[in-house]
């Protein structure tokens, strides 16, 4: 039993359901100012939650791809992102509270996990790179045809 009939469908769904995610993100915790009142626990959990459902819903709609490095791609930008704000929201929690400069860095780092944007561009990337692998195979499949 296949979830999904196409490729295509399976990276529209998950593109969806990651802006689904990023919109409400936004509009419920980041343009909230209601949210500003909750604790720092609270909200790095928050934060923390929402860019670990971007991660799993991208590792299983983009685990399919033939080309496996886009995948290990993905996981590398996800997990070494991921460790950065662990480690500095660790480090806030229990030592001392970061400075303006790191909390920024957080926030584009916390940014660019969580929006579609790598999403798409690894879409995009193997959208391109398989029709170019398969005119590479349509031309060297007519060359070695031999004609009577």
Same mark, same amino acid.
């Given at each position: 039993?296949?979830?999904y009939k196409t490729d295509k469908i399976r990276f529209f769904a998950g593109l969806f359901i990651i802006i689904t995610i990023y919109s409400l993100y936004y509009l419920y915790f980041v343009e909230n100012d209601d949210a500003k009142k909750l604790p720092r626990v609270?909200?790095?959990?928050i934060k923390f939650t929402s860019t670990i459902a971007?991660?799993?819903?991208?590792?299983?709609? /983009? #685990?399919?791809l033939r080309d496996t490095w886009m995948s290990s791609l993905w996981h590398f930008v996800h997990i070494s992102g991921l460790c950065?704000?662990?480690? /500095? #929201?660790l480090f806030d929690l229990l030592?001392?509270?970061?400075?303006l400069i790191l909390k920024l860095f957080c926030i584009t780092v916390q940014e660019t996990l969580i929006s579609p944007v790598l999403y798409v561009a690894?879409?995009?990337?193997?959208?391109a790179l398989n029709k170019s692998n398969n005119t590479e195979l349509t031309e060297s499949d007519s060359k070695n045809v031999d004609y009577p």
């Open positions: 039993m296949t979830l609270t909200r790095q959990a971007v991660y799993v819903i991208g590792t299983f709609h /983009l #685990g399919k950065i704000l662990i480690i /500095l #929201g030592i001392t509270d970061i400075t690894i879409g995009l990337l193997n959208n």
